[in-house]
């Protein structure tokens, strides 16, 4: 049995309930303050939630460290030269999680789901113009064994993108 922990932020657990522990109410609180303004101040946040600065640096560090959270800049790919989008459905015949590590090592896919349907991934595609997304798609997706079949969903226009959906 694991010997319960104490810190100086006030969380308190077991090794083998990291995540539990890290998404207490408190953390939850910094998470919806941080979606809402990533570049809320620790002092801001400590003053919202009842905490001081260190102690909110501290939760936020260690969230950050276990992979629950990010903290980056989002942008719109078109306003940053990427004219060419796409969601990708692919089908597999074969090792789906091979295909899926082999798809993360490709820059121009900001993300990869495997999922249940009608396709095994979904991966989305962002490129610089249309000869760009053709070489990425025929020479690099294509080419990886496994993958039997692709289908494009090339997007018009990025109307909604949101960040702010909160914690359960």
Do not use: C
């Not at 969230?63 to 903290?71: A, N, R, V």
């Not at 790919?77 to 004219?83: E, I, L, N, Y």
């Not at 089908?91 to 899926?100: K, L, P, R």
């Amino acid at each position: 049995m694991a010997a319960a922990k104490s810190s100086k932020d006030g969380t308190e657990g077991t090794a083998s309930d990291t995540t539990a522990q890290s998404m207490d109410e408190t953390n939850k609180k910094i998470v919806t303050l941080l979606q809402e303004d990533g570049r809320r101040s620790y002092v801001s946040i400590g003053k919202q939630i009842g905490l001081s600065e260190a102690a909110v640096r501290l939760r936020v560090q260690k969230m950050l460290d276990d992979g629950i959270m990010q903290i980056v800049a989002v942008t719109n790919p078109m306003d940053m030269g990427f004219k060419r989008q796409a969601m990708v459905g692919i089908t597999v015949n074969g090792d789906i999680e091979y295909v899926a590590r082999e798809l993360k090592e490709i820059h121009q896919i900001d993300y990869v789901i495997i999922t249940a349907g009608r396709f095994d991934i979904l991966a989305e595609i962002f490129a610089e113009d249309d000869e760009s997304m053709l070489e990425l798609v025929n020479r690099h997706i294509r080419k990886i064994d496994g993958i039997d079949r692709t289908e494009l969903f090339t997007y018009m226009r990025l109307e909604s993108q949101r960040y702010d959906w909160g914690v359960r």
